[in-house]
């Protein structure tokens, strides 16, 4: 990737000039590239929305999607969105500013959203589920009107582990975030360009960027969540045998259904004896390592 001024997206023009973040940028803009093309998410000509919520995680993908289009990689349109719900003491000029400065097309919607929530969630409940089907109702609706075809989240690999492992523990199913979905209605994907990508490159990223983080706990709704407890869990794991958050990851993507207990997902009941072959599914099971 070439680094002079005349050759960058204003979103990459001050970053820094070390072989560390050199290595940083290209690993993430890598791992999202692959991620793009592995789970088809690209529609020549299309329009994403591509949400902004202020986070690093949100940042590190409008960046990264910006290098690949300025790159001629991601031939889509990319309109960024910020939806405000009305959060206390949440600082609303922040986005607009940077959005303007870095000449990034953007939408700022207001909805207040937060007065809903705190209506409907009884004293000690966490905000978080009912707060998020609101917003995601609300994306959904701006993409619709600004003729998107994609509502595009910043979502990375740790957030697809940690729900992984909150669905196996209190939902009692194997699910997860999937990198592309079809919404209920058929008429919208929601991608997850970053599903590849460690939380922890994205906050090595937007900190050497210096981009200006709103934080998410202006609701007051954070601790205690069951995604912290089940965070701890994985870095004890990690820290007790680093690389071990990977190596889980790499197993959603290598599932076997004819080794789990879900008859929906194969065909237990007729499977017969005799040479692999003869069973037209067992034929496609992955040999055991």
Request: with cysteine.
């Amino acid at each position: 990737m070439l680094d002079e001024p005349d050759d960058i997206h204003a979103l990459f023009a001050s970053a820094p000039k070390t072989t560390e973040f050199r290595k940083l940028r290209k690993r993430i803009v890598r791992y999202t590239r692959e991620a793009i093309e592995q789970y088809g998410m690209i529609e020549r000509g299309a329009r994403w929305l591509v949400c902004l919520s202020g986070g690093k995680d949100s940042y590190t993908l409008l960046a990264v999607l910006h290098e690949l289009k300025w790159r001629g990689l991601l031939p889509v349109d990319i309109l960024a969105c910020n939806l405000d719900q009305g959060q206390p003491g949440f600082p609303a000029t922040v986005l607009p500013e940077f959005l303007e400065k870095m000449g990034v097309e953007h939408r700022i919607e207001y909805q207040d959203t937060y007065s809903i929530v705190m209506d409907k969630v009884p004293a000690g409940r966490t905000f978080c589920a009912l707060c998020s089907r609101l917003r995601r109702g609300n994306l959904y609706r701006i993409a619709r009107e600004e003729g998107c075809s994609a509502v595009v989240l910043g979502h990375h690999r740790d957030d697809i582990l940690e729900t992984f492992f909150m669905n196996l523990f209190h939902g009692g199913r194997l699910a997860t975030m999937p990198p592309k979905l079809l919404n209920e209605e058929g008429d919208l994907f929601v991608y997850r360009p970053l599903a590849h990508v460690a939380e922890s490159d994205c906050e090595k990223f937007a900190a050497a960027m210096n981009y200006p983080i709103i934080p998410c706990d202006l609701c007051g709704s954070q601790d205690g969540l069951q995604r912290q407890q089940v965070k701890a869990i994985l870095d004890g794991w990690e820290k007790n045998a680093p690389g071990r958050r990977q190596v889980m990851f790499r197993a959603l993507m290598n599932a076997r259904p004819s080794h789990l207990l879900d008859p929906n997902l194969f065909d237990f009941a007729n499977l017969t004896r005799g040479h692999p072959e003869e069973n037209a599914d067992f034929s496609q099971i992955p040999k055991i390592r």
